[in-house]
């Protein structure tokens, strides 16, 4: 694990391979292997390991499964020009492999910034890590973002293609993890009760929405340049419009699901005038939880002239069979009215005038959401009657949360994700092909607001600047409130 020491490594990684341990779903020879500059001998390191895995798990500590898996737990120090430190994480990898009986396998995680990506992949080969022996294997998984435009993308591929082949590379985007992501699938093909009305006929417009209550906090060095637009929509939010508006894949397996995510993310045509489809905008100071804060501009670290969004949204249509008509509407901010990540399928009104023309009588149009995180689950909004004797009809909702229904608690993404790189299993993992396609979706977006000046300021807590509402205004829609 390259970049051991950063906030992933123990916040997400470590716990979640303590997690999977606690399971039983990792091997007893199961090993960990940080890598980083500081300077930590096998027991510093442990230490570090063990109070990231207690503090941040999931599951409840127990002492033996921390006894196995600390017994595996190893650490090189060292920096990612220097070849001898990489001898030595060959050295000591095969030293796990006589000891522990791994048999040879092994999955390099790079919790790096993408900078870095060549130069670590370069000392993989150069070393020999990279090179398995008969019937072993060797993968690597890459953090997000891949590349900072579709140029970058393919020169980083290049790279990664040079030393692993197409099968041993996973490009990790955490939310595919997440179950309810997963669920999208169960939600649309498992039931006759929702594919029928899942397309333009019935759909009015899809808004997918990520919003954040925080500031950049201590990322302005990752953060500025990169936006709001290349550090959600272009990975995240774009696999989600993908997974929802695909079609049916012939099974679950990686080719098939990997197929129509791609036939969709090519279809995706933008609006003529960018002007009018997309909108940016950047949080001026305001309150978050009654505490006042501060703007983009005063965090530390950030120029006063800089123009890289904090919230982007942008209107996409699909012309498509199934979608041609019904227009996406992507968005992701920071310093929004809450956290909250939901696809929202908005549907026509009835066409029945009578309810139209009742005096008190409020229809709405219904809706279907299906809620990512937080509180996981999926939630229908329709019209009901109101008790008494006039016929009034106001909206009412049905819940569904997954911490009710179950009692299983949701595996974390991390967890789900790992454990698909050490298993080889790859459906949820984007390839090459799919990042190219949604770079070349953003690529004009992003190239056209870097001629447009500074972003719209808009207060910290809100919704969101106000180019946003007149975007939706335009085509006679209002964003959604979650």
Same mark, same amino acid.
């Given at each position: 694990? *390259?970049?051991?020491?950063?906030?992933?490594?123990?916040?997400?990684?470590?716990?979640?391979?303590?997690?999977?341990?606690?399971?039983?779903?990792?091997?007893?020879?199961?090993?960990?292997? /940080? *890598?980083?500059?500081?300077?930590?001998?096998?027991?510093?390191?442990?230490?570090v390991v063990h109070d990231s895995v207690k503090k941040y798990a999931r599951t409840p500590w127990r002492e033996e499964t921390w006894e196995q898996l600390s017994a595996g737990i190893r650490f090189v120090q060292g920096t990612f020009d220097?070849?001898?430190?990489?001898?030595?994480?060959?050295?000591?990898?095969? +030293?796990?492999?006589?000891?522990?009986? #791994?048999? /040879?396998?092994h999955a390099f995680y790079l919790s790096i910034p993408p900078s870095a990506f060549p130069q670590v992949i370069t000392q993989l080969r150069n070393s020999g890590l990279s090179d398995p022996k008969e019937n072993t294997w060797r993968r690597?998984?890459?953090?997000? !973002?891949?590349?900072?435009?579709?140029?970058?993308? &393919?020169?980083?591929?290049?790279?990664?293609?040079?030393?692993? =082949?197409? &099968?041993?590379?996973?490009?990790?985007?955490?939310?595919?993890?997440?179950?309810?992501?997963?669920?999208?699938?169960?939600?649309? *093909?498992?039931?006759?009760?929702? +594919? !029928?009305?899942?397309?333009?006929?019935?759909?009015?417009?899809?808004?997918?929405?990520?919003?954040?209550?925080?500031?950049?906090?201590?990322?302005?060095?990752?953060?500025?340049?990169?936006?709001?637009?290349?550090?959600?929509?272009?990975?995240?939010?774009?696999?989600?419009?993908?997974? #929802?508006?695909?079609?049916?894949?012939?099974?679950?397996?990686?080719?098939?699901?990997?197929?129509?995510?791609?036939?969709?993310?090519?279809?995706?045509?933008?609006?003529?005038?960018?002007?009018?489809? #997309?909108?940016?905008?950047?949080?001026?100071?305001?309150?978050?939880?009654?505490?006042?804060?501060?703007?983009?501009?005063?965090?530390? /670290?950030?120029?006063? &002239?800089?123009?890289?969004?904090? @919230?982007?949204?942008i209107k996409v249509n699909i012309p498509n069979r199934r979608w041609n008509g019904t227009p996406f509407y992507l968005r992701a901010g920071k310093r929004l009215g809450r956290r909250v990540t939901e696809i929202a399928l908005v549907f026509?009104?009835? %066409?029945?005038? @009578?309810?139209?023309?009742?005096?008190?009588?409020?229809?709405? #149009?219904?809706?279907?959401?299906?809620?990512?995180?937080?509180?996981?689950?999926?939630?229908?909004?329709?019209?009901?009657?109101?008790?008494?004797?006039?016929?009034?009809?106001?909206?009412?909702?049905?819940?569904?949360?997954?911490?009710?229904?179950?009692?299983?608690?949701? =595996?974390?993404?991390?967890?789900?994700?790992?454990?698909?790189?050490?298993?080889?299993? %790859? =459906?949820?993992?984007?390839?090459?092909?799919?990042?190219?396609?949604?770079?070349?979706?953003?690529? !004009?977006?992003?190239?056209?607001?870097?001629?447009?000046?500074?972003?719209?300021?808009?207060?910290?807590?809100?919704?969101?600047?106000?180019?946003?509402?007149?975007?939706?205004?335009?085509?006679?829609?209002?964003?959604?409130? !979650?």
């Open positions: 694990m *390259f970049g051991v020491t950063g906030d992933l490594a123990r916040k997400k990684l470590m716990p979640a391979v303590y997690d999977l341990a606690n399971r039983g779903l990792l091997p007893p020879a199961f090993a960990l292997t /940080g *890598f980083a500059r500081r300077e930590w001998d096998k027991q510093d390191f442990a230490e220097d070849p001898e430190a990489f001898a030595e994480l060959r050295r000591t990898v095969e +030293e796990l492999d006589a000891e522990r009986g #791994t048999g /040879g396998n690597v998984v890459i953090e997000k !973002p891949f590349g900072d435009n579709l140029e970058t993308a &393919d020169q980083l591929n290049q790279v990664v293609s040079d030393v692993f =082949p197409p &099968d041993a590379v996973f490009r990790i985007d955490h939310y595919l993890g997440k179950e309810t992501v997963q669920n999208l699938l169960a939600l649309r *093909f498992a039931n006759q009760l929702f +594919e !029928p009305i899942w397309n333009s006929q019935y759909v009015d417009h899809v808004q997918i929405t990520m919003a954040e209550d925080i500031g950049i906090g201590g990322r302005a060095g990752y953060y500025d340049g990169i936006g709001a637009a290349r550090d959600v929509i272009q990975n995240h939010l774009l696999q989600l419009l993908a997974l #929802t508006a695909m079609e049916e894949p012939a099974s679950f397996g990686a080719v098939d699901l990997r197929t129509e995510k791609e036939k969709v993310l090519r279809a995706v045509a933008l609006p003529d005038d960018l002007a009018l489809g #997309t909108a940016r905008g950047q949080y001026a100071a305001g309150w978050r939880g009654g505490e006042h804060v501060g703007a983009y501009l005063d965090e530390e /670290g950030i120029a006063q &002239d800089s123009t890289t969004e904090t @919230y982007a949204a026509k009104k009835a %066409p029945s005038p @009578y309810f139209q023309q009742i005096e008190g009588s409020d229809v709405g #149009t219904n809706a279907l959401v299906i809620r990512v995180q937080p509180d996981e689950g999926v939630t229908l909004k329709f019209g009901s009657k109101v008790p008494g004797t006039a016929m009034e009809v106001r909206d009412v909702t049905m819940d569904f949360a997954y911490g009710n229904a179950f009692t299983d608690e949701s =595996p974390e993404a991390y967890e789900r994700l790992i454990l698909d790189v050490l298993l080889g299993d %790859p =459906p949820l993992f984007p390839r090459h092909e799919e990042v190219a396609l949604s770079w070349k979706i953003l690529d !004009p977006i992003t190239e056209f607001w870097s001629t447009q000046g500074q972003p719209e300021q808009y207060r910290s807590g809100t919704w969101g600047p106000a180019q946003a509402d007149q975007m939706m205004a335009r085509d006679g829609r209002v964003w959604r409130r !979650p």
